[in-house]
């Protein structure tokens, strides 16, 4: 595996005052997203005052599999072929892991080419007790295509984004932390091949995994899934304020008083 930029992108940035180039779509309880139990007993949902959905997973011992799936299937004006991310932003991410027991956090985008064929394409983060990992994988059969390497020790993955960005013929999935850096773990997918991509959707998974007697008990706050044109960087990092044409004008006075 080995970290890889794109040559030759054309990146499309949108100064303030044009954020709304970006299609935002919030987690909510009763906004298009359909929430789904793995296993009975193990997830609990609340509406976030502030934003966003905290899922709570609790996976006692006994249990091999459960969680949330968080599925939206319409992503309307999304596209691989076009030069832009798709990236799910949440924050409060915590757990208490024992035994063989692992958690997994996925950014999952779903979608057929001309033939009817489903493929997957993901960026993950596996927690256990014996550290993180990124994980990714793509295609119809995602065992021959699935790939994992360790999270680079000091990364906080607390908070943050999973992505995914596209230059229409590559697929490079990346980690944005709260400050706007962008981590590229792995390289990138060749989708030049497939014809006819369409109906995109979103499936966001919230799970543990339990054998020999492990535990999990995990938190996190989704809060939403963004996407738009131009690269990672060009969709602020999560918590960003947004700053409308006002707020670039009210800055661009107050610097002309010697304020800022």
């Given at each position: 595996?080995?970290t890889?930029?794109f ?18 779509i919030d987690y909510?309880?009763d ?18 005052p502030?934003g ?6 609790d996976?006692p ?11 939206r ?9 076009n ?17 063989e ?9 779903e979608?057929y080419?001309?033939?009817g ?7 993950a ?6 550290g993180?990992?990124f ?9 021959e295509?699935?790939y ?5 020790d ?9 992505g995914?960005?596209?230059d ?6 990346y980690?944005?932390?709260?400050a706007?850096s962008?981590f ?7 989708i030049s091949?497939?014809?006819?991509m369409h109906?995109?959707?979103v ?11 492990g535990t ?20 602020p ?15 661009a006075s ?7």
């Amino acid at each position: 595996m080995c970290t890889r930029t794109f040559c030759g992108v054309l990146a499309i940035c949108f100064l303030a005052g044009s954020a709304a180039a970006n299609t935002v779509i919030d987690y909510a309880l009763d906004d298009g997203w359909t929430y789904e139990e793995g296993y009975p007993g193990t997830l609990s949902l609340a509406a976030n005052p502030s934003g966003g959905i905290i899922a709570n997973v609790d996976q006692p011992v006994g249990i091999e599999d459960g969680g949330l799936v968080a599925s939206r299937h319409d992503l309307p004006g999304y596209s691989l072929n076009n030069v832009g991310c798709i990236q799910l932003e949440y924050s409060a991410l915590s757990s208490t892991i024992t035994g063989e027991a692992g958690l997994n956090l996925v950014l999952e985008l779903e979608f057929y080419d001309a033939g009817g064929q489903e493929y997957e394409m993901a960026m993950a983060i596996w927690l256990t007790n014996g550290g993180a990992e990124f994980e990714t994988w793509y295609g119809p059969n995602i065992a021959e295509e699935f790939y994992d390497t360790p999270v680079p020790d000091g990364l906080l993955l607390a908070e943050g984004a999973l992505g995914l960005y596209s230059d229409g013929s590559h697929v490079l999935p990346y980690f944005k932390d709260v400050a706007g850096s962008v981590f590229y773990p792995f390289s990138t997918w060749d989708i030049s091949g497939l014809v006819g991509m369409h109906r995109y959707s979103v499936d966001n998974d919230f799970e543990a995994e339990t054998i020999d007697g492990g535990t999990v008990a995990a938190s996190v706050n989704l809060e939403r899934v963004v996407y738009g044109l131009g690269s990672p960087e060009c969709i602020p990092a999560p918590g960003a304020i947004l700053l409308s044409t006002f707020g670039a004008g009210l800055i661009a006075s107050l610097r002309r008083r010697r304020l800022l």
